[in-house]
């Protein structure tokens, strides 16, 4: 295969040529060659541990460099994993880890400058001058992915860092970057002004530094955002020694005699579950001493009838809810010792969809990057990621459609790139083809298919059959939780003798501890059974923010008023409800508005208060009952993932009292421009701006209680009756109709609506009692700066204690 064009060869520059077995492909300077899985790719190289766009294959200033595009499993000399490979004639590339990984062999077309040594990328080599100049930030196209390898950057020369040369593996594919022997402090991080430069995006741009000491390295966090870790454990400052292990993002370093080492990742068995169960503490067990393992890139389907544990399993081996007995083991490492760590390499896409539909896919990638990325990532640097993942999922074409337009199977695809924005290399998947079409349900599969070939390791819940065949491994699970069958796909049925997976479910169904104790004494014949695990309390440590909560505050203020714009029926209603509001007013007989009326209208600044702030509770809680409720799958996602509660809620009091202070401008503005305003209120000297300070703070606090229902319904659906239950109990409470002083049980009912208070300093502002004699004298109505501070102030403690409820039930409903 030839990639020449003429155009190429005017450019000028060598040809190269490379070969990988019988393919052998003549390159011409001029533009870059892809290289990957990819049937488009120039280079194609069908392997399951190649990437589909791996590397690029470019002609520079001083040859033929292949960069490595933040492939999973990286670009290899020698061992040693490298993001950019001057190919001189006669060089080895390995496209993997494992030794029956591609090796692309480079020709002897002669290249137009000396060979250089390898060296890593953005450090000089050994015979270059000690004053390398820094190399240039890349653009966003050059910058490597999440999870690309690190790579030892200037300014410090080789000797001063301990970095061998030529660049040779310490062992086992592991890279040395420091040396105790030598007393120079070397920092790490994205930036290029570090000595180790870390090209992952979970990185910050100065994450840590290292000083040698004594026996090991003594490692202080610089403020990154996501966290250094020493055995699991998160540092600011800590002594790292002989036999633990340091991780930075996607990387992980120890030492090994006098050396730091850049550990290259295990590509043996990455999973393993060990004996788990789930036990209630009534006694109960859902899930039944489940055991098995599965090695990098490989996709499995858990299966099984209804009640089998398939979600207890799922929230299990994710962490989210740890087995009472068992471990996991993800990559060597305990997954719920090590959760905060590993967290960032593990993803979970629910059954239910976990992002905005009134969102475009673009949109809802960029929110969940801004939450999900350190707060030093340049803006370009993280769109090109959003873009790779869009490529990666085939969403190019539907990358500026609103969700909610999308297909199920796209749909499930874009909640796919949610996770895949980090570079997981384990996906878990509850339920991804529900619901979904034969078609699409394919579809699906097939993407999980490529996902796994990529590299990953991908775990499906579902209970569609139909594409199993797709599958590398079949969990199936009886009823209490016990493994019936783990296998091929194609050994289930003989299995059990059957010819139809219902039959094979009725039967686990009807039988499941025989089923159970038949595969049990199975694995044993194939198998050495481990011993089983001790019961574990352990409990996933909490995970760390990625940014600080203000940050993430107005991030999701902008996310939520952006949703609240693209919803086009909310919109409607909202700008519309107090304009309706407000011409109601037109039913309340009289010309004198909050002035002294005249008989035989001595009612009307009354019944106006009425309709303004019965109106003002409808306004705030129609605004914010059906909130939280909808977006529960959302925030559960987004909490494990880094999320604050402080900042989540935050952002939902900024926009509900934003929201309500408009309205309730323009519910005052157009009731005062029909009736007259109070001639002076009981604290300013403008009745406008207390009767508005009023209206605004009723509508703010009964937001917050809409808040309070939307927290504690199960559904959408059990929002309505509730509200409407709320709002009759305003209208009832506020005073304004049935008088509430001093009568049992009634009165103190009322102390929690906030109609209540806001009518009594409406009435305050406009002197009620005065202006309408007869009434029951109410002390909250007293024209005096007092009484109308006390009743605002009661607006903002009810506000106040639904807003902790809100927090409370949050940080609840959060865990698993």
Known sequence: MSTTSTADVARGGAALDLVWGPHRWSLEPGRAHVVGRDPSADLHLDHPEVSRRHAVVVHGDTGWVLRDTGSLNGTHVDGVRLAEI?????????????????????????????AAPIAAPGL???????????????????????????VVGPPVELHEVGMQAPWSPVEDGSIAVARRSTPTTVTLGRDRSNTIVVDDLLVSRHHLRATPRGVGFWIEDLGSVNGTYIDGARITAALLTPGSLLTVGHHEFRIHGDSLLMVEADTRVSFVA?????????GKVLLGDVSFDLPDSSLLAVIGPSGAGKSTLLNALTGARPATRGSVTFDGRDL???????????????????VHTQLTVRQALEYASLLRFP?????????????????????????????????GGQRKRTSVALELLTRPSLLFLDEPTSGLDPGLDKSVMTTLRTLADDGRTVVVITHSVANLGMCD???LLAPGGYIAFFGRPEEVLPYFGLDDYSDVFAQVSADPLGCANRYAHHAATTRTAAAPTPVTTLVPSRPPRRQPVLRQTVTLVRRHLQVLAADRSYAVFTALLPIVLAALVAAVPGKAGFTRPRPPDLGEPAQLLVVLMVGAAFMGMSASARDLVGERPILRREKAVGLSTVAYLVAKLVVFALLTALQSAVLVTLVLLVKDAPDIGAVTGSGRIELYAAVALTAFASAVLGMVISAVVGTGEQVMPLLVVAIMAQLVLCGGLIPVVGRAVLEQLAWIAPSRWGYAAGASTVDLLGRSPGRDDDPLWHH???????????????????ATLVALRLSREARP
């Open 274 to 282: 060990d004996h788990l169960s789930y036990q209630l503490p009534s």
């Open 336 to 354: 719920y010792a090590n959760y905060a760590e590993l967290r960032d390499r593990i993803g979970v896409v629910p059954q239910d969809d976990v």
């Open 375 to 407: 707060v030093d990532l340049d803006t370009a640097t993280r769109r090109a990621r959003i873009d790779e993942v869009v490529d990666e999922l085939g969403l190019r074409a539907h990358v500026d459609t609103r969700v909610d337009a999308l297909s």
């Open 124 to 150: 000089a080599s050994p015979a270059a001058p000690a004053t390398a100049a820094v190399p240039a930030v890349p653009s966003a196209a050059e910058t490597p992915a999440v999870g690309a390898p690190a």
């Open 86 to 114: 001057p190919l001189v004639p006669g060089r080895s590339v390995r496209l993997g880890t494992s030794p029956q990984a591609p090796v692309l062999q480079v020709g002897t077309v002669p290249a137009p400058t000396p």
């Open 784 to 802: 005096t700066p007092e009484a109308w501070w006390l009743d605002m102030g009661m607006l903002g403690v009810i506000a106040l204690v639904a």
């Open 473 to 475: 491994r079949v969990l």
